[in-house]
């Protein structure tokens, strides 16, 4: 191998373990055969992490950039040759290769099997972990280098700050946003935080950006079943209050997910190349972690607001005897969907009916019932209240709620 460097370089060495591997140079790099007796003078062993102590904070989150859960025993290294500026930046850059080849040489091991004995194979993924980081003088002459990751990102440092909420309508709105059910607000809810916490739990910048745009896109999807995202976008903006720039950033999100199609890694060079979870990145790699700010935490809210506002009437037939009610059907799963059982047949006092009922139960002045629309056949009625009512607790929650399937 040919040395030819400028400024400080680095030799990563990474065990590899598959089925078949072919000591000998690899392209433009090396498979060599390391015995466990010479990987233990090496001082081979798992990049190391360790936790740096703050000590003039009282309390903080932090987190390790490196934490494998793999651990591969093998006499197989592949070796790879780095020009970067510190040891972070050719680790990322070693293994941005690395995943790489090992992506293919599993393509190329099932596409083997298939030739040999003529049947399918399904993947069986090549595995590698880096074990050893050397500096490189401009002879390609191995030196030792003190390497290792520290945790340095310093979170909510002496929180908390306050022992009670700012505003006094967020106790309110914590309460009936937990106990609103509501499975669309569920999963954009878990993608969001998701991605909120992606750097703390080792996710690559692709998937944190991807759980971004996720939590926005399930709420837009259920709202609208136009074709084109832009319109679906539209329709959802009308229905839950948008505003014109939230809309846009939306867009902008949406065309950098098109356009890249991982979002995370808009290089020029390299638009749509995946780097691995639990590395650091390559010194030449641009990522806009924090996207659009706010943009996908104001969709969940005014979603939540929408649907808090809007409920679901199915009309059933009262049995034998049963007076005129109202009540929840299956309220542990779903919030807002109600039942009215009643006899009456025509389409305005039906609705006037359910609208005095609704009111009564809910303890607001019937002006507040915004709309009711009857579906075709009169057997689901969509009933609306204005965003700003206060709704109180209804007592059908405790005594007329009906299970079912």
């Known amino acids: 191998m040919t040395y030819n460097y400028e400024g400080p370089n680095y030799r990563i060495y990474a065990l590899i373990i ?19 007796a010479e990987q233990t003078q090496r001082n081979f062993s798992p990049i190391q992490s360790t936790f740096s102590e703050v000590n003039d904070q009282e309390s903080y989150a932090t987190f390790l950039p490196y934490i494998d859960p793999v651990r591969i025993k093998s006499e197989y290294a592949l070796i790879c040759d780095v020009k970067e500026d510190d040891p972070r930046a050719a680790l990322g850059g070693a293994i941005r290769r690395v995943d790489r080849i090992c992506r293919f040489l599993s393509i190329a091991y ?28 401009e002879n390609g002459n191995e030196s030792q280098i003190d390497f290792k990751f520290e945790s340095g990102y310093i979170y909510l440092p002496d ?6 909420w700012r505003h006094p309508e967020t106790k309110k709105f914590l309460k009936d946003i937990f106990y609103f059910n509501d499975a669309i607000l569920e999963r954009a809810v878990k993608y969001l935080y998701r991605s909120s916490i992606g750097r703390f739990v080792n996710d690559s910048p692709e998937k944190i950006a991807l759980d971004y745009i996720k939590s926005m896109e399930i709420i837009i999807n259920t709202l609208s079943n136009k074709r084109a995202f832009e319109k679906r976008l539209d329709e959802a ?47 030449n790699v641009q990522y806009p972690h924090r996207l659009s700010g706010a943009i996908a935490v104001n ?3 005014k979603y939540f607001l929408y649907k808090r506002s809007l409920f679901r009437i199915d009309i059933d037939e009262p049995f034998d005897n ?3 009610r109202l009540g929840e059907v299956n309220a542990q799963w779903e919030s807002n969907h109600l039942f009215f059982q009643t006899k009456e047949k025509n389409k305005e006092a039906l609705k006037k009916k359910i609208a005095e009922h609704f009111a009564r139960e809910y303890q607001i002045q019937e002006s507040d019932v915004f709309d009711v629309a009857l579906a075709p056949g009169k057997k689901i009625i969509t009933l609306r209240v204005r965003d700003n009512t206060n709704l109180h607790t209804p007592t059908l929650r405790v005594s007329k709620v009906v299970i079912r399937p």
């Open 18 to 36: 598959g089925e078949i591997i072919e000591p000998g140079d690899f392209f433009e790099w090396q498979i060599k055969n390391i015995a466990f």
């Open 110 to 137: 099932s596409e083997d099997f298939k030739n040999k004995f003529s049947r399918d194979r399904s993947l069986i993924p090549y595995l590698y972990q880096v074990n050893k980081i050397y500096a490189l003088d």
């Open 159 to 164: 929180r908390p700050e306050l022992g009670a």
């Open 237 to 283: 903006a009308i229905r839950i209050g948008l505003s014109d720039d939230e809309k846009e950033k939306i867009k902008k999100c949406w065309d950098d997910r098109s356009k890249y199609s991982d979002t995370a890694h808009p290089a020029p060079f390299d638009q749509a190349e995946r780097y691995p979870n639990q590395f650091p990145l390559p010194s």
């Open 299 to 301: 969709v969940c809210t």
């Open 322 to 324: 049963e007076e005129e």
